[in-house]
């Protein structure tokens, strides 16, 4: 099996260690040297959106998300306690939590409600 690796290029790579740590990803010391810090989550994936169903994204833009089964309440307990300010939405799939990351970047961490996405479907 494969998992994804998202490169990320940050300005600190300590402070971004700490907001990932934050969202839930497991820092891996023996895998990291002062230049690079790897984290792992439990697994990776690329999700294809429609670019003119979403909200404002151009064709080819990228977004940094992850899938969770935990609570969003529970990352969001753990990035409150960073002094990190989130944002809760309800959406097709069920519910997501956005937060920007050190250098500016917005990142979305899902719950995915199976229910929800069904009833969203069959709207269509």
Request: proline fraction near 4%; hydrophobic fraction near 45%; charge should be negative.
């Amino acid at each position: 099996m494969l998992t994804a690796l998202t490169i990320r290029y940050v300005a600190d790579v300590e402070a971004s260690r700490r907001f990932y740590e934050g969202l839930g990803l497991d820092y891996l010391p023996e895998a990291s040297v002062p230049v690079w810090a790897q984290l792992d989550a439990a697994a990776g994936a690329v999700g294809l959106h429609d670019a003119a169903a979403s909200k404002g994204r151009a064709p080819g833009a990228v977004e940094l998300a992850f899938a969770t089964d935990e609570k969003l309440e529970e990352v969001a307990a753990r990035l409150a306690a960073g002094g990190y300010a989130y944002e809760l939405a309800g959406e097709d799939f069920g519910r997501s939590l956005r937060v920007t990351d050190p250098d500016g970047v917005v990142v979305q961490i899902q719950e995915i409600d199976p229910a929800t996405m069904r009833e969203s479907q069959a709207a269509l």
